[in-house]
T-cell receptor, first 111, second 117 residues
Framework: DAKTTQPPSMDCAEGRAANLPCNHSTISGNEYVYWYRQIHSQGPQYIIHGLKNNETNEMASLIITEDRKSSTLILPHATLRDTAVYYCIVRVANTGNQFYFGTGTSLTVIP | GAVVSQHPSWVICKSGTSVKIECRSLDFQATTMFWYRQFPKQSLMLMATSNEGSKATYEQGVEKDKFLINHASLTLSTLTVTSAHPEDSSFYIC?????????????FGPGTRLTVT
């Protein structure tokens, strides 16, 4: 599975959009981009995933560049409850299913 | 739906004893479950892949005789930390994949905090 690079920490004002970047320059054509988040002392929570098209759900939007070497997770209106560590993971779907977590981005939403 | 539970949520044990952690898929069947370990301020580290009815596959560097994994049914996997030592103190998290759905995400449990004194 391709390696990902994320900034270690970010701040965001409450109510504003939080844009979390992820670089995955070695991603393969059959690898998906997944985003999970982990609130302190809890298990990770699935947010969204995508292959090459932009995706949106009730939690967030995922923007993947055309060359697929990077992506951005967007939380449109950040709340204090969005303070968490966000992990970007790339993985081939349905092959072994293991997730290898990187260091993630610690997002702090500021009142 | 897709809830994974862990028991206990926290446990304190004495050095040299063994402790068992359970991971259950409550509303789906999981042929595959995964065990992770997380030290303070660090990321999750995959320990092993647990397959129902077969031996677990351990990641490099994880001692299979120390971390015994049993996946005896489609809804239960257990992790036993044998002869625990203080350095085994960590947050242990399991996850599971629904066998009936072409699902791309894993469902994670809430974690078990182990403290070895």
């Amino acid at each position: 599975d391709a390696k990902t690079t994320q900034p270690p920490s970010m701040d965001c004002a409450e109510g504003r959009a939080a844009n979390l970047p992820c670089n995955h320059s070695t991603i393969s054509g059959n690898e998906y981009v997944y985003w999970y988040r982990q609130i302190h002392s809890q298990g990770p929570q699935y947010i969204i995933h995508g292959l090459k098209n932009n995706e949106t759900n009730e939690m967030a939007s995922l923007i993947i560049t055309e060359d697929r070497k990077s992506s951005t997770l967007i939380l449109p209106h950040a709340t204090l409850r969005d303070t968490a560590v966000y992990y970007c993971i790339v993985r081939v779907a349905n092959t072994g299913n293991q997730f290898y977590f990187g260091t993630g981005t610690s997002l702090t939403v500021i009142p | 739906g897709a809830v994974v539970s862990q028991h206990p949520s926290w446990v304190i044990c004495k050095s040299g004893t063994s402790v068992k952690i359970e991971c259950r898929s409550l509303d789906f069947q999981a042929t595959t479950m995964f065990w992770y370990r997380q030290f303070p301020k660090q990321s999750l580290m995959l320990m092993a892949t647990s397959n129902e009815g077969s031996k677990a596959t351990y990641e490099q560097g994880v001692e299979k005789d120390k971390f015994l994994i049993n996946h005896a049914s489609l809804t239960l996997s257990t992790l036993t930390v044998t002869s625990a030592h203080p350095e085994d103190s960590s947050f242990y998290i399991c996850s599971a994949r629904d066998r009936t759905v072409l699902s791309y995400e894993q469902y994670f449990g809430p974690g078990t905090r182990l403290t070895v004194t």
